[in-house]
């Protein structure tokens, strides 16, 4: 049984290029939630998708989007990187219910030069 | 919006001694999450404890929901349980971290 996926696991970009992270969930769970950690913080929450449809927000600029596809994978969309995106990107799968436990992949870490 | 503390913040143990680590949260929620960060970035559930008690191997977890807090216990540490500690809560469908405690076990 496969657990949430993330790729790639390492990514470098220069600053006003575009990032396209990945994320499959674990199987049986419809639900992804996008975080930020930066070093020496706790994950911040950028958004949740479910049914295809961004459902939360967090306090992220609209810089940062997303998408999510029928088969319940995710895409994480970044555009006109800053350095201070440089960060640990986490993917989270669960069910559908608020409150539901979070299953974490192993993340993207993302260096903006 | 709820709000999730954590304490301590830094911790440092000689291997094979006993830590208690404290969460409190604002609200009331329905779902209490411990979280161990391993060196490497990874993010392993250890605990998902809404209420009461729930122990696997050395550690151990207690959500006392009434009162809003949530206490991990580590006992008979080993350096391999180095890293972040994070305890978090749901607010919505968005899930709030709090800002761990780093552990260091010295060999």
């Known amino acids: 049984d496969a657990g949430v996926t993330q790729s790639p696991t390492h990514l470098i970009k220069t600053r006003g290029q575009q990032v396209t992270l990945r994320c499959s969930p674990k199987s049986g769970h419809d639900t992804v939630s996008w975080y930020q950690q930066a070093l020496g913080q706790g994950p911040q929450f950028i958004f949740q998708y479910y049914e295809e449809e961004e459902r939360q927000r967090g306090n992220f600029p609209d810089r940062f989007s997303g998408h999510q596809f029928p088969n319940y994978s995710s895409e994480l969309n970044v555009n006109a990187l800053l350095l201070g995106d440089s960060a640990l990107y986490l993917c989270?799968?669960?069910?559908?219910?608020?409150?539901?436990?979070?299953?974490f992949g192993n993340g993207t870490r993302l260096t903006v030069t | 919006g709820i709000q999730v503390e954590q304490s301590p913040p830094d911790l440092i143990l000689q291997e094979g001694a006993n830590s208690t680590l404290r969460c409190n949260f604002s609200d009331s929620v329905n779902n209490l999450q411990w979280f161990h960060q391993n060196p490497w970035g990874q993010l392993i559930n250890l605990f998902y404890i809404p209420s009461g008690t729930k122990q696997n191997g050395r550690l151990s977890a207690t959500t006392v929901a009434t009162e809003r807090y949530s206490l991990l216990y580590i006992s008979s540490s080993q350096t391999t349980d180095s890293g972040v500690y994070f305890c978090?809560?749901?607010?919505?469908?968005?899930?709030?971290f709090g800002a761990g405690t780093r552990l260091f076990v010295k060999a």
């Open positions: 978090a809560a749901p607010g919505g469908f968005k899930t709030i």
């Open positions: 989270a799968s669960s069910q559908g219910q608020a409150g539901s436990p979070l299953h």
